[in-house]
C-alpha cells in the first residue's frame, strides 16, 4: 500500500475528500496560490480527449477537465475509495458522470494500455510518494506519442522538508527536480514554473523514441 493510501483511507480519508472539493479549498487556496488556469492552460485540451488523471482524489482536476470535454472523457484513478465515491457523488451532481471513468488504482501501476491517453495530468500526489519517478514512468507509458503530461505539486523547501510525516515528503521538491523526473521518463519539451507554493511543469511524450546514448555520451 503506498503512503497515499494509507493517509486518505477511512474517516480521515472521507474527510478530505469532502474537503478538496469544498468552498474550504478556496481558503487554501487564498494561502497557497492557485495553479488551476495554468494546469488548463498547459493541458490544452479540444474537447475529444482521452485525459488520465492520475491520483485524482474527490475529483477538483478530473471535474475541471470533464467540463471542458465534448466527446472525450477523463479517466480518474486514485487508491481511496472514499475520493472515489466523492467523486462519482459530484460527477453526478453537475451532470458529468458520463464523461467520468473511476478505477480504484495506484498510480504506480495504472491499469492502462500504453499510449491510450492524450493527456496525463497528476496533481499534488507526487510529493506523497517513495518514488515518482516511477509514477512520472507510468505517465509516459500510457500518453500516446505526442501526448503531454501536465503534473503540479508542493514546493518543498530544504529547510521545512523535515516536519513533513510521511516517507517521501523527507526531501526538497520544485522546478528542477520535477524536471529530472520528466527528463528521467524520455519526456522532452519541458517546461515549469512556480504559482504561489506550487511547482507546475508539462512534458511532452516524443512522438519517436529517442534512442539511448551511447557508450561515449553520444546519440
Known amino acids: 500500500m503506498t503512503a497515499a493510501a494509507v493517509e486518505f483511507s477511512g474517516a480521515k480519508g472521507r474527510f478530505f475528500a469532502w474537503f478538496l472539493t469544498s468552498p474550504m479549498r478556496r481558503l487554501l487556496e487564498w494561502r497557497m496560490g492557485r495553479p488551476d488556469d495554468r494546469i488548463l492552460e498547459l493541458l490544452d485540451l479540444g474537447g ?19 467540463a471542458r470535454l465534448d466527446t472525450g472523457r477523463v479517466v ?27 478505477l480504484l488504482a495506484d498510480g504506480l501501476a495504472l491499469p492502462l494500455p500504453d499510449a491510450s ?12 510518494l517513495d518514488d515518482p519517478d516511477r509514477a512520472c514512468a507510468e505517465l509516459a507509458r500510457v500518453l500516446r506519442p505526442g501526448g503531454r503530461a501536465v503534473v503540479c505539486d508542493l514546493v518543498i523547501e530544504p529547510d521545512t522538508k523535515t516536519v513533513r510525516g510521511l516517507e517521501g515528503h523527507d526531501r526538497a521538491f520544485g522546478p528542477s527536480e ?38 561515449d555520451g553520444s546519440p
Open 178 to 215: 520535477m524536471r529530472r523526473i520528466f527528463e528521467g521518463a524520455g519526456l522532452v519539451d519541458v517546461e515549469t514554473e512556480t504559482i504561489g507554493r506550487w511547482v507546475v511543469g508539462a512534458a511532452t511524450r516524443p512522438a519517436t523514441p529517442t534512442p539511448p546514448p551511447g557508450p
Open 117 to 128: 491517453v492524450d493527456r496525463a495530468l497528476s496533481a499534488a500526489v507526487w510529493h506523497h
Open 76 to 102: 480518474s484513478v486514485d487508491v481511496s475509495q472514499e475520493m472515489l465515491d466523492r467523486l462519482h457523488r459530484n460527477a453526478v451532481a453537475r451532470g458529468l458522470d458520463a464523461r467520468v471513468e473511476s
Open 48 to 66: 475529444d480527449q482521452q485525459v488520465l488523471d492520475a491520483g485524482c482524489g474527490s475529483g477538483f482536476h478530473s471535474l475541471m477537465v470533464a
